[in-house]
């Protein structure tokens, strides 16, 4: 077994006074640099957006964030302004030991399509790169940590299953948006894909 650490977007943006804050983003920094310490290779996954990128609320007339849009691609949800390319919120939280990485996949750079997911587009079939990879280095089991736990660390997730990896969040180490019940369908849907949820306590 060769394993890997993902560490799905712990940037500024998404961490308390972010613009797209997830409550307790902080808290999950000082647990996710001891877990660096314990695996084959740790991957960050980075948000990075251009500037009028179309996840964007402020790109569309007469939308707020949150609203949804359909895209050629799906259903899309808008968001605030967030993770634009070379920006403070961009960057990694300050504390994490962004050192440590091997890899670093920045992902939602497309203006078009989002990007969720560490291993696709939205539109589910623009690979990233990961899985090359991972693979290539003979990884074979992902762990994963990091923001959102029902957005970004879920996509990546059920990805990761599709694609053949064993996959186990950690969820402790990770921090939910929590829109609409999308924290509950995202465990529940991860569960039933065949994901396990550990705890840094359980490790
Ligand atoms: C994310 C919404 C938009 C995430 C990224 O990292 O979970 N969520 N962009
Ligand atoms: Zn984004």
Known sequence: MKTALLVIDVQNDFCP???LEVAGGNEIVSDINHEMKKYDCVVLTQ?????????????????NPLDVVEMPYG?????????????KGAEF????DADRANAVIRKGS?????????FFENDQKTPTGLDGYLKSRGINTIY????????????????????????IVIE???????LNGSLENSLNDMKSKGVRLLTTSNL
Request: net charge negative; proline share 4%.
């Open 17 to 19: 006074a972010g613009a």
């Open 47 to 63: 948000d990075w957006h251009p500037k009028g990128h179309s996840s964007f609320a402020i790109s569309h007339k007469d939308k």
């Open 75 to 87: 259903d899309q949800i808008l968001w605030p302004e967030h993770c634009v390319q070379g920006s």
């Open 93 to 96: 939280h300050s504390d994490l």
């Open 110 to 118: 497309n203006p078009l399509i989002d990007s969720y997911s560490a």
């Open 144 to 167: 994963l940590c990091g923001l959102a736990l029902d957005f970004c660390v879920y996509f990546s997730a059920i990805d990761g299953a599709k694609l053949g990896y064993n996959v």
């Open 172 to 178: 402790d180490a990770c921090r939910a948006i929590d």
